[in-house]
């Protein structure tokens, strides 16, 4: 079955480090996302990516970076310089390059600051 | 401004209740999407429904309901006869013609046996 794979489920990450969280999809869509969830403030958009080897800043991408080297892959690196990196990531992907069609999410990966 | 709000933060029902999620938006513009997604334990957000700015019909898909109206810009879910399995945070979207939503904070609904 087609789907998104968020690798890891959990991961831990001590101060000052960097880590890559894995987003793989076959459903062969164009257009791929990352968001974070917060306690009571809902979604909001990191990074996005139209096409291969193109992605755009969303409304909170500092401290973090992504590439789109694959169609099917967006990793999100989280950096030491995004200074609160506590949440859960959700990594997204659609059918077109609009937002008529709606998403379809990974089942997330919850990073926790040791 | 988009701005979506859902002032509910937390609803609990006895299972068999019906439940009506509140969703209310802001847009300057003539053509957005409207979208309701569910996000249980497990954490991958489901995606329910998407409506259309001109299109203000109300839909049923067995238990689930949308109510879709433009003159207060609102779109809001009701659930009818909840099961426990229904117990998830909802969140509803906006979008328009760009690449990105905007959320919702959600409503945890917790369905008691």
């Known amino acids: 079955d087609g789907g998104i794979t968020q690798s890891p489920k959990y991961l831990f990450r001590k101060e000052g480090q960097n880590v890559t969280l894995s987003c793989e999809q076959n459903l062969n869509h164009d257009a791929m996302y990352w968001y974070r969830q917060d306690p009571g403030q809902g979604l909001r958009l990191i990074y996005y990516s139209q096409i291969v080897n193109d992605f755009q800043k969303g409304d909170i991408a500092e401290g973090y970076s992504v590439s789109r080297e694959k169609k099917e892959s967006f990793p999100l690196t989280v950096t030491s310089a995004q200074k609160n990196p506590t949440a859960f990531y959700l990594c997204a992907s659609s059918i077109n390059r609009g937002i008529s069609y709606g998403y379809t999410f990974g089942s997330g990966t919850r990073l926790t600051v040791v | 401004a988009q701005k979506v709000t859902q002032a509910q933060t937390e609803i609990s029902v006895v299972e068999k209740e019906d439940v009506t999620l509140d969703c209310v938006y802001e847009t300057r513009d003539t053509t957005y999407y409207l979208f309701w997604y569910k996000q249980p334990p497990s954490g991958e957000l489901v995606f329910l429904i998407r409506?259309?700015?001109?299109?203000?019909q109300n839909e049923i898909s067995g238990r689930y309901s949308w109510n879709f109206q433009k003159s207060t810009s609102s779109f809001n879910f009701t659930i009818t006869a909840s099961q426990v399995v229904d117990s998830a945070v909802y969140f509803c979207a906006l979008g328009q013609g760009t690449y990105k939503y905007i959320f919702g904070t959600g409503t945890r609904l917790k369905v008691l046996a």
């Open positions: 409506r259309n700015s001109f299109d203000e």
